[in-house]
């Protein structure tokens, strides 16, 4: 049986997860040239880089910390979460819940030898971006 959900759709349910993670609010702090978001019962989720770190174009990149991204790939299988809707969807869940403009995501994964890659995508751009090291 095929489902077929329309994006709307689909980010209804991936709202409806998230807030049960980490919401239903979201706070965050500005600590020297980042800025912590925190779910609601205080952990700290994602990290956002707002100087050093960020990859080619960003203004805001968020960084989604490792545990985080484990609990994420928990309910979800990497290879949805892996794709442009599903980090579309989480920046403007995040950017609803705090008011921030954040315009690019970064995932870390495990794959290869060197279990170190990454998933880099720009929303504004609309695809994904290389990574400088400022």
């Not at 759709?9 to 912590?36: C, T």
Request: charged share 30%; hydrophobic share 30%; aromatic share 12%.
């Amino acid at each position: 049986m095929k489902i077929v959900l329309t994006e709307s759709q689909y980010q209804k349910v991936v709202f409806s997860l998230l807030d049960v993670l980490y919401g239903p609010k979201l706070s965050h702090e500005k600590v020297a040239d980042r800025i912590n978001i925190s779910s609601n019962e205080g952990e700290h989720i994602f990290t956002v880089y707002t100087v050093g770190g960020k990859g080619d174009g960003c203004k805001q990149d968020m960084f989604v910390n490792f545990d985080t991204g484990n609990e994420i790939d928990s309910f979800i299988p990497k290879v949805a979460t892996r794709k442009k809707l599903f980090s579309k969807t989480v920046l403007s869940y995040v950017n609803e819940k705090t008011n921030l403009n954040i315009d690019c995501i970064e995932f870390w994964y495990e794959k290869g030898p060197s279990h170190d890659k990454r998933y880099n995508f720009n929303v504004k751009n609309n695809k994904r971006i290389k990574r400088t090291t400022n």
